[in-house]
């Protein structure tokens, strides 16, 4: 399968650079699908005969979709099983983006960049294997050296288990690898891992702090700036 994604030339990065792989999340860093996420979160709910509150949004997204469903069911007081719901969940997400998924701005770019240069990566979601496995249609599954999906794994984050499995199989230290995520949960995860965080957020705010960068965009983020933040 191929992505469309273009070539580009190769490009001195600085040297020096301790980075040895790159870490991506998926839902609002690679592709703009949170906001689909949430669309079918509300369309289900209104079908249990439930509204689901603005605030909430912000409190479900980059989770586990164990964790953000049964965070709705608490919250509204659903009659649905847990595991119905998240069945549910994931069924209508797959079929909303079938015809595939819009690319975050900066992310053809970087992903062709990383590919380029011959930079191990690995695309670490907490989302499930089937919707995985569906966005890399649009990805381009030979962008990544390895995938991690949220239900192949006892705990997904905010915990490291996923970072630090992914470090594991492409055979790197955590701290010698550069992660990029949009939200708080997942740069958690990130964090807790060891590894360095550039953080763009999509739906709420991420301070900056040590150890983490927050820029405005996937435009903001090349190779070279990669490699600054990953000192020998």
């Known amino acids: 399968m191929t992505s469309g994604i273009p070539t580009v030339a190769t490009r001195p990065t600085t040297g020096g650079s301790a980075l040895e792989a790159v870490l991506l999340d998926m839902d609002g860093t690679l592709v703009d699908t949170e906001g689909f996420w949430w669309e079918v979160e509300v369309a289900v709910f209104e079908e249990l005969g439930h509204q689901l509150l603005e605030e909430y949004?912000?409190?479900?997204?980059?989770?586990?979709?164990?964790?953000?469903?049964s965070f709705l069911i608490k919250a509204t007081g659903a009659k649905i099983a847990l595991a119905e719901l998240t069945a549910l969940l994931?069924?209508?997400f797959s079929e909303m983006i079938v015809h595939g998924v819009p690319l975050m701005p900066g992310a053809k770019r970087l992903l062709t960049e990383l590919a380029a240069h011959g930079v191990p990566t690995a695309l670490v979601s907490a989302s499930h294997r089937q919707i995985i496995d569906r966005v890399l249609g649009t990805l381009g599954p030979e962008h990544f050296t390895l995938t991690v999906a949220g239900d192949e794994i006892e705990r997904t984050k905010p915990y490291p288990d996923p970072y630090l499995l992914?470090?594991?199989?492409?055979g790197v230290a955590p701290e010698r690898c550069a992660v990029i995520e949009d939200t708080?949960?997942?740069?958690?995860?990130?964090?807790?891992?060891?590894?360095?965080?550039?953080?763009?957020p999509s739906v709420?705010?991420?301070p900056p702090a040590v150890g983490r960068t927050v820029v405005g965009s996937l435009e903001d983020v090349d190779l070279r700036?990669?490699?600054?933040?990953?000192?020998?």
């Open 57 to 69: 949004r912000e409190i479900v997204v980059g989770g586990p979709m164990t964790r953000s469903a």
């Open 90 to 92: 994931n069924t209508r």
């Open 166 to 170: 992914a470090a594991a199989g492409l």
């Open 184 to 200: 708080m949960t997942g740069v958690a995860a990130a964090e807790a891992a060891g590894c360095r965080v550039v953080a763009v």
């Open 204 to 206: 709420g705010a991420i």
């Open 225 to 232: 700036f990669l490699r600054s933040l990953v000192k020998s």
